[in-house]
């Protein structure tokens, strides 16, 4: 900041010490640049560059584009433990109870296809409802991304990238602000 923006009395200009008049124009510039530099202080600075976070019309905070691009990334990544949770629901076990097998084998039968199930399905379950909260800027939903995160980055290359990717921007100190 110069001098003159911290200083709030103006010089008087030349013309004024010599007794002429200043238009009135010039005096209200003056005073507007004045009100500009207030309203520019750091507690009412706008949000830097790399922050895309914005208040809306409404007061809210509007959604960044890569926290919507993550929330989508979830919910493509719900789509292949939906589409097989329900493949495996649909086809393997009519065929399981139209069989021979009885007892223990039916049994074991039905109780590893309830296991598939659920691991796929539910799976694609916890994905879709993380992105489901990332949309609605839920804290749980970014905790819970953390930890998607972190157990894809074994599945290497394309596990290791995206989670270092996801949690690289979900640690970040502003969007953690988004979520508070």
């Not at 004045?34 to 922050?51: F, L, T």
């Not at 009885?102 to 879709?128: D, K």
């Not at 990332?134 to 991304?145: D, G, H, P, V």
């Amino acid at each position: 900041m110069t001098d003159e923006m911290l200083n709030p009395v103006a010089e008087e200009p030349e013309a004024a010490a010599s007794g002429q008049e200043i238009p009135v124009e010039a005096v209200e510039a003056v005073e507007a640049e004045r009100v500009e530099v207030v309203e520019a202080s750091p507690a009412a600075e706008a949000p830097r560059a790399g922050q895309a976070a914005r208040a809306g019309a409404s007061g809210k905070m509007e959604r960044p584009d890569l926290l919507t691009l993550t929330a989508v990334y979830h919910f493509l990544c719900a789509l292949p433990g939906l589409f097989f949770g329900c493949l495996l629901l649909a086809l393997p076990v009519p065929a399981i109870l139209a069989s021979d097998a009885r007892g223990i084998g039916l049994f074991a039968a039905l109780m590893g296809m309830a296991v598939a199930i659920f691991f796929t399905g539910g799976i694609g379950i916890i994905y879709a409802v993380v992105g489901w909260g990332l949309l609605k800027m839920k804290s749980w939903a970014r905790w819970s991304a953390i930890a998607l995160a972190i157990l894809f980055l074994p599945a290497f290359p394309i596990g290791t990238v995206a989670g270092g990717l996801l949690l690289a921007y979900l640690l970040q100190d502003e969007t953690r602000r988004l979520f508070q």
